[in-house]
């Protein structure tokens, strides 16, 4: 799933930005630089909404820049992030299924050295409309 929320960046005397997403609690982080803080706040927003997911608790909706209070030398950033790309590559480990064709399915396709793996693997990226 592809997300959008704003962001509280907070300027720090060492030059360090704390950021904070007020409509996720506990979801802060800090960096170094502005740059820095910003490719952290993406991480700490990808995780935490991952774990939402993965915990199938539901996702907070995301206020508008203009609804979130600031003050002092505060300022807003919108941060976006893409759960479904961290999954792919952090969750791409092989699984084992076991599965049950016909044999005469079976002795054809081995006949014609059909990689089962690849197939099914095409077959439910189809299935699912999943596109790479």
């Not at 599965?99 to 299935?127: C, D, H, V, Y």
Request: with cysteine; net charge negative; proline share 5%.
């Amino acid at each position: 799933m592809k997300y959008t929320y704003t962001a509280i960046f907070t300027p720090e005397e060492t030059g360090m930005y704390s950021v904070c997403f007020p409509d996720l609690q506990g979801c802060c982080t800090s960096g170094d630089d502005l740059s820095d803080a910003v490719e952290m706040a993406q991480d700490v927003l990808c995780l935490t909404l991952y774990d939402l997911e993965q915990d199938n608790k539901p996702i907070p909706q995301a206020s508008k820049p203009k609804d979130i209070q600031i003050s002092g030398e505060q300022f807003t950033g919108v941060v976006a992030v893409d759960t479904e790309t961290y999954r792919r590559f952090y969750e791409n480990k092989s699984v084992k299924k076991t599965l049950t064709i016909p044999m005469w399915l079976n002795e054809r396709a081995e006949r014609a050295n059909i990689n089962f793996s690849g197939i099914l693997q095409e077959a439910l990226k189809s299935r699912l409309q999943i596109q790479e």
